[in-house]
């Protein structure tokens, strides 16, 4: 596969490019550390995996000619991410409290979060859309089985946002460290995540169809 590096250097461009995932890890690792934070990026991982299957089998088609599938999808992801934000806003405090009783808690936590990621991402029809397209741009004809080409390539997607998922886990545990004692950051931060999710909701389902 002689593309390869270009398929991979596109990948980092989307990665880089600010959006609910990247949002949803920053702020659950600013606020409850890296092992949520890290089940978040598990969530979106499972979910990625799970669009790349779906665009392999072609049902990714079926968003493309059932305008009522797409439009369920789409207003269901919306209406996921602009509840989460509602969430944040509605928190008297996103610092989680050093506790004795922690340990249960934060295992809940981590569920809480694994399906959190696995949500925003499954339920985002234009993640799968992404990979029907750009996968199979990449996939040619040859002594390499078809099969084998999709296989390779989803296995490159789901690791690549991982790995930046793990970067921005960890950058948002910095972040949580650094505003633990500034109550005015904080609260700042607690708006700006907000605002940025349901900003990515409300673009979500204003936005026309993109086909």
């Not at 980092?12 to 920053?26: H, K, S, T």
């Not at 948002?172 to 940025?196: D, E, H, K, N």
Request: hydrophobic residues 55%; charged residues 10%.
């Amino acid at each position: 596969m002689a593309d390869l590096g270009l398929f991979i250097g596109a990948l980092v461009v989307v990665y880089l490019v600010p959006g609910p995932d990247m949002v949803l890890i920053l702020q659950t690792g600013a606020t409850g550390g890296r092992g949520p934070a890290i089940a978040t990026a598990a969530g979106l991982a499972l979910a990625r995996a799970a669009h790349v299957t779906l665009a392999a089998l072609g049902l990714a088609a079926l968003l493309t000619t059932s305008p009522m599938t797409f439009e369920v999808v789409r207003f269901a992801g919306a209406t996921y991410l602009i509840w989460l934000g509602i969430q944040i806003l509605r928190a008297r405090s996103l610092l989680p409290e050093a506790t004795a009783t922690q340990t249960p808690s934060r295992a809940h936590s981590c569920g809480s979060c694994f399906y959190q990621g696995l949500l925003t991402n499954i339920l985002n029809p234009k993640a799968l859309l992404f990979c029907s397209v750009l996968l199979p741009q990449f996939v040619h004809a040859g002594p390499e089985s078809m099969a084998g080409q999709f296989l390779l390539l989803g296995v490159i997607l789901v690791s690549v946002g991982l790995a930046f998922d793990l970067v921005y886990a960890s950058a948002g545990f910095v972040l949580g460290r650094w505003i633990a004692r500034r109550p005015l950051v904080q609260t700042l931060q607690r708006w700006v995540f907000a605002t940025m999710l349901i900003g990515f909701g409300l673009r979500l389902a204003l936005s026309p169809r993109p086909f």
